[in-house]
């Protein structure tokens, strides 16, 4: 919407016009912000769908019901990750607890910059394939960060005008924006940030990340209790009614599969040693069997190999 409605110097939206999504970014953000909607879903017409307010907020509310939120939670049921995620991270078992700081390990790793390496000796100071790719890295960000602060500049005086227009739906939907773009560029900024004041400030970098994380634990805390009505009290007495029993009823399924195929790995063991001692009396009864017979045959032999020579001697 910003990108069409500026184009031009404005001059855009009067020489076009079309019908579609031209003429929907170009007649009111509302109008904007539906299509771009659509966009996401799937794109389809939308004149059916706009005719009255009530249409519109209807088909808002289906899909954001219907599609997205029920969707994910099949996916998530789907794929067990809804199960794990209401386990607390804390009272897993030892084995799922190792994973589990691996997970977040191999992802902090992934996400926070190398610490600077100091340089050698004969080390060149400036690489030129890795300034330039330092240089594309940053241009790339900038020019988000820069595309992030003119949308929410632009929000943020749409929602000034709305409000002196009194039109209280345009203006409730520009102070979401603004909310989320403000946040996103919150988040954004700190990470940014991190390398920064860790190499220049040492010292403070502690301090002042102590501070915004505690700044964000009392938002996070007041828009919880603002949107949901969750507190400490509240969210103390549901993971001492609820969580507790969830847990404890994963823990005693869990514990059952061990054991059961703990159970059946020994029942294979026992079974197996028993063929094998099994065959192995059989070997040793077949080897007595035959060194028996062996015995005996020569025993015969001997007696009678010694009366013939008695025979022929003379020795009777």
């Known amino acids: 919407y910003i990108a069409v409605s500026t184009k031009d110097n404005g001059q855009f939206c009067e020489q076009e016009q079309e019908s579609g999504a031209i003429e929907d970014f170009c007649t009111s953000p509302w109008n904007a912000y539906l299509r771009t909607y659509s966009m996401l879903l799937g794109d389809f017409e939308l004149d059916d769908i706009t005719e009255t307010t009530g249409t519109t907020l209807l088909f808002v509310m289906f899909t954001i019901l219907g599609v997205v939120i029920l969707l994910n939670v099949l996916i ?7 199960e794990k995620a209401t386990m607390s991270g804390s009272l897993l078992f030892g084995r799922a607890r190792v ?69 209280w739906a345009t ?21 940014v940030l991190d390398n920064i004041l860790r190499v220049l400030l040492p010292d403070k970098a502690e301090m002042v990340y102590d501070m915004m994380n505690r700044l964000n634990g009392a938002f996070i805390n007041l828009a919880a209790n603002w949107l949901f009505g969750l507190n400490k009290e509240t969210v103390t007495v549901l993971s001492s009614d609820d969580a507790e029993d969830e847990d404890w009823n994963g823990k005693v399924r869990y514990l059952e599969n061990v054991m059961d195929r703990m159970m059946q790995e020994v029942k294979t063991d026992l079974k197996a040693e028993i063929l094998e001692m099994k065959n192995e009396m059989h070997d040793h009864f077949e080897d007595a069997t ?11 032999n001997q007696e009678v190999g010694g009366t013939d020579i008695h025979e022929k001697y003379g020795f009777l």
């Open 76 to 82: 998530a049921v789907i794929s067990d990750s809804y």
């Open 99 to 167: 994973f589990y700081v691996a997970q977040n390990e191999a992802l902090e790793g992934i996400l926070q910059p190398r610490p600077s390496r100091p340089r050698r000796e004969g080390e060149r100071r400036c690489k030129p394939f890795k300034f330039l790719r330092h240089t594309l890295r940053w241009s790339v960000l900038l020019a988000i960060l820069g595309t992030a602060v003119h949308s929410l500049l632009f929000n943020l005086g749409s929602c000034i005008a709305a409000a002196k227009a009194e039109r």
């Open 171 to 191: 203006f409730s939907i520009e102070c979401i924006l603004v909310t989320l773009l403000f946040a996103a560029l919150w988040v954004v900024s700190t990470f």
């Open 290 to 300: 035959m060194y028996e017979s062996v015995s005996r045959s020569d025993s015969n």
